[in-house]
């Protein structure tokens, strides 16, 4: 390769990067700071230790954890009274656009060329960030969280694995577990495994680049044994039982509406669509797609039958953050070149012949943008579109024509079905309809991927057309055309002027320690009128008023639910974080309901033991809800949402 050649995809790759990076930024409402707000508080107290109350769980857990992105960069930027809001955005900005260029040189890595990888970039930047993802494994990351920061570094591993530099790859994998542990398991694994079966090294070098490249993941891993040994042992409760009524993001049941038969279904396109995958690339994704399945599917077993605490804890569905940009480059190069190959077949064809590959494209398209809340007619709409593909290929084999031509009818039906449940009364029935419906695509989608790799493997070779396309200009018209269709159908949904941003959301986004407006006024009181180390019982239900309250008012919160989730991070505090809020008089109906109707029924008992036993300072209740015995106590203070009275008050 050229040194003119080299620099000039670089710089390509980067100017499509900031493309990406400033249309999010504009119009896809990131940075979202949701995980800041249980992150940053442990930058302050590293910063200036006492500031929160030791009986602060988030902080003094996080303190204690492998959380080392908010302790020493959280912490040296608050030390250093720089304005934090503007620092971190900018860090995000900044990783956002590595994690674009990662995907460019990963997608070129893969396949060579310029308008397919162009195109990844913008579909990645349009999609849901949910699209395609298992879990609420958002790619891209929102904001910049530990898994962003390590993100940029594990795409560039999978990149020199594929350029045979494989003892950099796993070095890099293992850099990678002190920066974020699950993510280093994710790449790691992977990344030996492509090593151990993928590298023609002897047994003895590929066993010595794997073990030295995974030593330099010892210092998180001596770091998480010796400060956080409760998640490797018995605990001395029931982990698993709490662990259930919280987790938000590791059982099956809570997401199989959001997103399987999307990624299942595209999960067999890429089975078809990797004939156009360099040979030993191919072979190497296929050991890198097994690692991070078994994992997953060991994660699952883990989740309902052997329940080992350290296992749970790895969140091993974050797989698809690897498996999802992959299977956006395989299948947006190779829908590309199969079109390009059909209209070569022919002579002096319409823009939209093939029809039926052009209707694929355009239903992709839609299936991806779709919001979440209608993502089962996504899946539907993923499978018409490889009902297409099906047909397509139909034409060209006799072997299981039936079926193929069978799936877009099969998926039209599963659309129809849907959109009339659409309009049904009962939200239960339609639960239930969407559930099957996404189980019947799961099915539908493994006996196509089954079809594909059948059809393929007949077919290899077979396929190879043109020259990659390497033409900068066309990569980059074809990167803001995507951007340019995909704003102007989200602005006629929204009913808004298309490309004019939402600065105010913009402004609200980037300004993480400014408080909401109903609590604005109760945390300024906090900060001004309350001591350093004050604990504050608030609603646990309320995390929305409250996110904030730690930058904002630098005082402490009991507990949250949403906190609970985060703490289940280290098993030590998990059990204690659970009886805080069954102290609050919270009741639980099903596991991740929440019942808080007694929490505005607690008696003076019930509040001097939180002060005594609990060591909580205050506690806040929404006025519209303030009745029985804690309507009768004076106030600390009070405004048109909320009011706060003083423990120690009742308590002597």
């Not at 308008?115 to 849901?128: G, W, Y």
């Not at 996404?438 to 059948?454: E, H």
Request: charged share 15%; aromatic share 14%; hydrophobic share 55%.
């Amino acid at each position: 390769m050229s040194y003119y050649t080299k620099h000039a995809r670089l710089l390509l790759g980067s100017l499509l990067a900031l493309v990406c990076v400033v249309y999010q930024s504009l119009f896809r409402a990131v940075p979202g700071n949701g995980d800041l707000m249980t992150g940053l508080p442990i930058g302050k107290e590293f910063a200036h230790p006492g500031l929160f109350s030791p009986y602060d769980l988030i902080v003094s857990s996080g303190v204690r954890g492998p959380f080392h992105l908010y302790k020493y960069l959280g912490g040296f930027l608050y030390q250093n009274n720089v304005n934090v809001d503007l620092v971190w955005q900018s860090l995000f900005l900044g990783f956002l656009f590595l994690t674009f260029l990662a995907f460019w040189f990963l997608s070129f890595e893969l396949t060579g060329d310029t308008l397919s990888s162009a195109l990844v970039l913008a579909m990645i930047a349009v999609a849901h960030p949910l699209r395609g993802s298992l879990h609420a494994a958002a790619v891209p990351l929102a904001a910049f969280v530990t898994a962003l920061a390590a993100m940029p570094f594990a795409l560039a591993a999978l990149v020199l694995l594929l350029r045979r530099r494989f003892f950099a790859a796993m070095a890099l994998s293992g850099l990678i577990f002190n920066v974020h542990p699950y993510v280093g398991v994710l790449i790691s694994s992977a990344v030996a495994a492509a090593i151990f079966w993928g590298s023609d090294e002897s047994l003895g070098k590929r066993l010595v680049m794997i073990i030295g490249g995974g030593l330099f993941a010892l210092p998180n891993v001596v770091y998480i044994l010796s400060h956080l040994p409760s998640n490797f042992a018995t605990v001395g409760y029931d982990f698993y039982e709490q662990f259930r009524l919280y987790a938000m993001h590791a059982f099956v049941e809570d997401h199989w509406r959001e997103g399987y038969g999307w990624f299942f279904v595209n999960l067999a396109g890429a089975v078809w669509f990797a004939r156009y995958i360099d040979p030993w690339k191919r072979r190497v994704l296929s050991v890198l797609f097994a690692a991070w399945f078994v994992l997953m599917a060991g994660y699952v077993f883990n989740s309902y039958v052997t329940k080992n605490t350290a296992i749970l804890l790895m969140w091993l569905f974050r797989a698809t953050y690897f498996i999802k940009p992959i299977i956006f480059i395989v299948v947006v190069h190779g829908i590309l070149r199969w079109r390009n190959e059909l209209r070569n077949s022919q002579s002096s064809l319409p823009w939209w012949k093939p029809l039926q590959m052009t209707a694929a494209i355009a239903l992709l398209f839609f299936s991806a943008i779709l919001p979440m809340k209608l993502a089962v007619v996504a899946d539907a709409l993923a499978l018409v579109a490889y009902g297409f593909v099906a047909r397509q290929i139909g034409q060209q084999t006799t072997s299981y024509r039936f079926f193929l031509n069978a799936i877009l009818f099969a998926g039209v039906l599963l659309l129809c079905i849907l959109v009339g449940v659409q309009f049904s009364t009962f939200a239960a029935s339609r639960d239930l309809v969407e559930n099957v419906i996404v189980g019947i695509i799961v099915a539908l989608a493994v006996l196509l991927l089954s079809m594909f790799k059948k059809l393929n493997q007949a077919a290899e070779g077979a396929t190879q057309i043109s020259e990659p396309e390497r033409f900068g200009s066309r990569a980059l018209i074809g990167a803001l055309t995507v951007l340019l269709i995909h704003q102007f159908i989200i602005s006629l949904n929204d009913g808004r002027f298309p490309f004019v941003p939402d600065f105010a959301g913009i402004k609200e986004r980037i300004m993480m320690h400014q408080a909401p407006a109903r609590t604005a006024a109760l945390m300024s009181w906090a900060r001004t009128d309350t001591p350093q180390g004050s604990l504050f019982i608030v609603p646990p239900d309320r995390w929305d008023d409250f996110a904030a309250f730690r930058l904002v008012a630098e005082r402490s919160l009991f507990v949250t639910f949403v906190e609970v989730n985060q703490l289940s991070l280290d098993a030590s505090v998990y059990q204690q974080a659970h009886q805080r809020v069954v102290a609050l008089g919270v009741t639980f109906p099903k596991r991740r309901e929440y019942d808080t109707r007694g929490y505005y029924d607690l008696t003076l008992q019930d509040l001097q033991r939180l002060f005594r036993q609990e060591h909580a300072d205050y506690i806040v209740v929404e006025k519209e809800r303030l009745h029985g015995t804690l309507s009768t106590f004076p106030t600390a203070y009070h405004d048109e949402y909320y009011v706060v009275i003083n423990l120690y008050d009742i308590a002597h």
